[in-house]
C-alpha cells in the first residue's frame, strides 16, 4: 500500500467530508467569481494539511464538527495565501496548471484571494472556539510577516542558515504547527497535549519545506516548476547556503549576490546549481530533514497510543522524506 493511502484509512470518512464542505466553500453562482473559484477548486491537491489536522483531533478524542470547520478555514487561509503569493511571485503556475492571475489578472487574483480568506473566517466563527479564532487570525498574521521576511532578505547580503529556518518557521512550518495545534484544539486536548502537537507540526513543516527546496536542485514536470527557479525568484535555499559557506569560491559567491540582485540568467543558475550539488549541499539538506523526521518519529511513539492513528502519522513524516513531487 502507498503512503498516501496508508495516511488516509483511518480517517477516509472524516476526509470525505472534509472535501464536500471544502467544496462547497469555493462554489458561488456569480459568473467570473464562479469560474475563479472553480478554477482554484479542481486543482485539489493531496490535502497533506487537511489530513493533519483530521489525524492529530482524531489522536486526541475524535473528528467533531468543530475539526471539520476550522481544517476548512485553515485550507481556505492557505488557499487565499497562495492566490496572493502568487501575484507577489509573478508566478504562472500552480500545482503544474496555470495560476489565477495568469489565467485572469492580478486585479481578480487579489480581489478572489480576499474572498477566500474572508470565507476562511467565516468557516473558523461557526467552531464557536475563541482559542481556534485565535490561532488562524494569528496564523494570516505569521505567513503575512514571513512573505515580508523572505523580500526583505533577497536584499540582505548575508547569506546565512539562521535567515533561512527564519522565513521557513514563519512559512511552511507555521502553517504545519496551526494544523497540528488546531486538530488538537478542536478535540479538546490539555495545555501539554497541545504543546506537544504543536512542536511536532513545526518539526513536520521544517521537514516538508526542505524537501521543497531540494526539488529546485532537479529537473521534474511533477514539480510545475524549473530547476532553479527559486533562485530565478532572488531566493537562495538551504542546500545552495551550505555550498556557499563552506567553500571559498569568490565566483559563487559572485553569483549568490546576482541571484539576490535578480540580474542572474539561466546559464548562470545551471552553473550554481551544479556547484551546490558538488559541494554536498543536496546531501546536507537531506540529513537537516531527517533531524527533523526522527523528531517527528519520536512525538508519534510517545504521543499516539491508537494503532491506526499512529501507522498513518508514521506513513505521512515517510511520505514527506521521500516524495519526488
Do not use: W
Not at 29 to 58: E, F
Not at 198 to 218: S, T, V, W
Not at 265 to 279: C, P, R, S
Not at 314 to 324: E, F, P, S
Amino acid at each position: 500500500m502507498d503512503y498516501l493511502s496508508l495516511i488516509k484509512q483511518p480517517i477516509e470518512t472524516d476526509l470525505n467530508d472534509f472535501i464536500q464542505l471544502f467544496n462547497d466553500s469555493l462554489s458561488h453562482s456569480d459568473g467570473l467569481l464562479s469560474q475563479v473559484l472553480t478554477h482554484i477548486r479542481q486543482r485539489g491537491g493531496k490535502r497533506m494539511r487537511p489530513m493533519l489536522i483530521l489525524l492529530i483531533a482524531n489522536n486526541y478524542g475524535g473528528v467533531s464538527a468543530v475539526t471539520q470547520h476550522a481544517a476548512v478555514g485553515l485550507e481556505l487561509l492557505h488557499t487565499a495565501s497562495l492566490v496572493h503569493d502568487d501575484v507577489v511571485d509573478e508566478s504562472c503556475e500552480r500545482r503544474g496548471q496555470a495560476s489565477v492571475n495568469a489565467s485572469f489578472d492580478n486585479k481578480v487574483a487579489v480581489l478572489v484571494g480576499d474572498y477566500i480568506l474572508s470565507t476562511a473566517l467565516l468557516h473558523v466563527s461557526y467552531t464557536g472556539n475563541q482559542q481556534i479564532v485565535e490561532s488562524l487570525a494569528e496564523l494570516g498574521r505569521t505567513l503575512a510577516a514571513g512573505e515580508i521576511l523572505q523580500l526583505s532578505n533577497i536584499q540582505n547580503q548575508v547569506i546565512s542558515e539562521d535567515v533561512y529556518y527564519q522565513v521557513i518557521q514563519q512559512k511552511t512550518a507555521a502553517l504545519f504547527e496551526a494544523c497540528a495545534s488546531i486538530g488538537a484544539l478542536s478535540a479538546g486536548a490539555s495545555a501539554e497535549e497541545l504543546q506537544a502537537a504543536a512542536e511536532f507540526g513545526k518539526n513536520l513543516g521544517i521537514m516538508f519545506q526542505i524537501r521543497d527546496d531540494i526539488f529546485d536542485y532537479f529537473d521534474s514536470k511533477e514539480i510545475g516548476k524549473p530547476t532553479g527557479n527559486d533562485m530565478t525568484e532572488g531566493k537562495l535555499t538551504l542546500p545552495v547556503i551550505y555550498a556557499l559557506n563552506t567553500s571559498n569560491y569568490e565566483s559563487m559567491q559572485t553569483l549568490a549576490k546576482k541571484v539576490k540582485a535578480g540580474t542572474i540568467n539561466e546559464d548562470e543558475i545551471a552553473v550554481l546549481v551544479e556547484f551546490t550539488k558538488q559541494q554536498g549541499g543536496i546531501e546536507y539538506a537531506e540529513q537537516c530533514m531527517l533531524k527533523y523526521s526522527d523528531l517527528c518519529l519520536q512525538y508519534i511513539r510517545e504521543h499516539v497510543k491508537e494503532k491506526a492513528i499512529k501507522e498513518a502519522l508514521t506513513a505521512y513524516v515517510d511520505y514527506v522524506v521521500q516524495r519526488n513531487y
